[in-house]
């Protein structure tokens, strides 16, 4: 068990975001769907379809990483997001 999932099973997410416990499953499921639809997006074009900072898609697109979702590929100046 990774930090991030023993952070998890201890405090729940409400309280480490402040968003309601439902709320971030919408959002994850829907950049999901940008993803399958893309194949690849910025973490940039993430923040312009969920309508959030490019810190809060980083945010949301780090646990779907963690959760085995999807995957991220660095490149020079830009994080690439895709599939697993």
């Keep these: 068990m990774n930090i ?4 998890r099973s201890i405090i729940p997410i409400n309280i480490l ?3 309601p416990i439902n709320r ?3 959002i994850h499921n ?3 769907s940008l993803v399958r639809k893309e194949k690849v997006v ?6 312009s379809f969920i309508g959030v900072s490019w810190n809060t ?5 780090l646990e ?3 959760d085995g979702k999807i995957e991220k590929v660095k ?10």
């Excluded at 910025?42 to 923040?47: G, I, K, L, P, W």
């Excluded at 490149?75 to 697993?84: D, Q, S």
């Design 17 to 19: 975001t402040n968003i």
């Design 42 to 47: 910025t973490s940039s074009e993430v923040a």
């Design 75 to 84: 490149k020079i100046g830009v994080n690439l997001w895709l599939l697993k």
């Design 24 to 26: 971030p499953m919408e």
């Design 57 to 61: 898609a980083e945010k949301y697109l």
């Design 4 to 7: 991030h999932n023993k952070i």
């Design 30 to 32: 829907k950049i999901l």
């Design 64 to 66: 779907l990483v963690i």
